[in-house]
């Protein structure tokens, strides 16, 4: 099946630096890749709608400064955490659809584990 | 969006057949209806997917109603390593409507042994 690939798997920072999480589709094109924030024993929260070529689309609430996204080509888009903060430790999921005339699954990566210290 | 609504909870035996419904009254013409699983720190997983009436795969079923207010996920036979969360979304995924994958609360299933 189509494959989703998210990249680090975990990542340690020191607070005020940069993070980029990277979110592959591995064998399909995805016009439309999403991006997720899930805190312990919390549901999957939508942070952002990422459309390739253009601006993405922030959920309210959700400072675009602060979580920057590119998503420069059919198969890749980044989420970058600027400077981070400890409030922003928490498991950052990516999601995407194949470009597909017909209904088709969402396919989601492995997730990143990210800890602020 | 289709807003949807699960059993926070739910608990059963290992070898007991478990049976989550989800109510989803204002689903669209066009919204499929899809149930996924998810483990501790890591991605859902995509489990089943259906239209109308029944669709059945390997690991699962999946029963809908003529009026597709409701949908069932079927787990025969459980066993220990299918304690996880289960989530049913509904939405319209293909032709590039891009429709938003929103997540309810999702009901967290446990089986004892």
């Known amino acids: 099946g189509a494959v989703v690939s998210q990249h680090p798997s975990r990542v340690i920072c020191k607070s005020g630096t940069s993070v980029k999480i990277e979110c592959r589709s591995l064998?399909?094109?995805?016009?439309?890749m999403f991006w997720y924030r899930q805190f312990p024993k919390q549901s999957l929260m939508l942070m952002a709608t990422s459309n390739e070529g253009s601006k993405a689309t922030y959920e309210q609430g959700v400072e675009k400064d602060k979580f920057l996204i590119n998503h420069a080509s059919l198969t890749l888009s980044t989420l970058t955490v600027t400077s981070a903060h400890p409030e922003d430790s928490s498991f950052y999921i990516c999601?995407?659809?194949?470009?597909?005339?017909?209904?088709?699954?969402?396919?989601f990566g492995q997730g990143t584990r990210l800890t602020v210290v | 969006l289709a807003k949807t609504t699960q059993p926070i909870s739910m608990d059963s035996y290992e070898g007991q057949e478990v049976n989550i419904t989800c109510s989803h009254n204002n689903i669209a013409t066009n919204d499929y209806i899809t149930w996924y699983q998810q483990f501790p720190s890591q991605g859902p997983r995509f489990i089943i997917q259906?239209?109308?009436?029944?669709v059945t795969n390997e690991v699962a079923s999946l029963f809908i109603p003529a009026d597709r207010k409701s949908s069932t996920l079927s787990l025969p036979r459980v066993s220990l390593s299918d304690t996880a969360v289960y989530s049913c979304l509904v939405g319209d995924w293909g032709g590039g409507s891009a429709s938003k994958i929103i997540f309810g609360s999702g009901t967290r299933l446990s089986i004892r042994p």
């Open positions: 259906g239209y109308k009436t029944k």
């Open positions: 999601s995407a659809s194949p470009n597909r005339e017909t209904n088709t699954e969402a396919f």
């Open positions: 064998d399909f094109q995805a016009t439309t």
